[in-house]
């Protein structure tokens, strides 16, 4: 429902949550849904919109970056065009995955895109902002360096969950030279300061996810039929 909803609005692609995904078939969040289910869900999610779809598999569902590359490919079977790789683990003595580790399961998932023919977006999410690590600086520091090694592993994307400043954004933004970076703004983000990160930093590209407000608080019976109607 909600997919149609968002490509009804207009939007031209549509994400995943690993949230909202595991709520639904009854689970809780975590990669606590059954993978296959997982899949089930999301090529349904797939067949039911005409705008390609990204998936969030969270750290991959995957003890080893092996694991990961195959849970890759049975993801890309589903349809999906793109998908998230977290380096946040539930551990509160180790909260991120080792550069090493994180970097391997990255490498392995470009490689079975790679190997199934799919030029897929991968998304590489940094939890250091979420997990509030380190200090301001220190953090900031981090997540440049944990980015440049994902970014040379095969992601085509940083995420840096949980980052909502601007002014970081930028200084993020700058030391990626040009790399996509991803944010989830906050009702309070201006979008307008954003914009001009991008243009005071030539070449650089900001994509901007954001929760808009295009999900009706109700809609009718009537209104829900007809985003099911036969597509030609």
């Known amino acids: ?54 998936a969030d598999i969270e750290a991959g569902y995957g003890d080893t970056p092996d694991r990961v590359g195959t849970r890759v490919a049975e993801i890309l079977q589903a349809g999906v065009f793109g998908f998230n790789i977290e380096d946040g683990t539930p551990s509160p003595d180790r909260p991120v995955r080792a550069i090493e580790d994180a970097s391997a399961r990255i490498r392995v998932a470009r490689a079975a895109a790679n190997a199934a023919g799919v030029p897929a977006v991968i998304n590489a999410r940094v939890d250091l902002y979420l997990k509030n690590i380190g200090d301001p600086e220190s953090r900031l520091a981090e997540t440049v360096w944990r980015s440049k090694a994902y970014l040379a592993a095969g992601a085509d994307c940083i995420y840096p969950f949980g980052l909502a400043d601007v002014g970081t954004i930028a200084r993020l933004t700058q030391a990626l030279d040009g790399a996509p970076v991803n944010i989830v703004a906050r009702p309070d983000t201006s979008l307008p300061q954003l914009e001009r990160i991008v243009i005071k930093q030539i070449g650089e590209e900001l994509y901007v996810s954001r929760r808009f407000d295009v999900l009706k608080h109700s809609i009718s019976r009537v209104e829900a039929q007809k985003l099911f109607e036969p597509r030609d």
């Open 1 to 54: 429902m909600s997919a149609r909803q968002f490509e009804a609005a207009g939007f031209g692609a549509i994400a995943t949550t690993s949230g909202g995904l595991a709520w639904a078939l009854g689970f809780p969040d975590g990669e606590r849904a059954p993978w296959q289910e997982v899949v089930a869900a999301t090529a349904r999610i797939v067949r039911a919109v005409r705008v390609p779809v990204t």
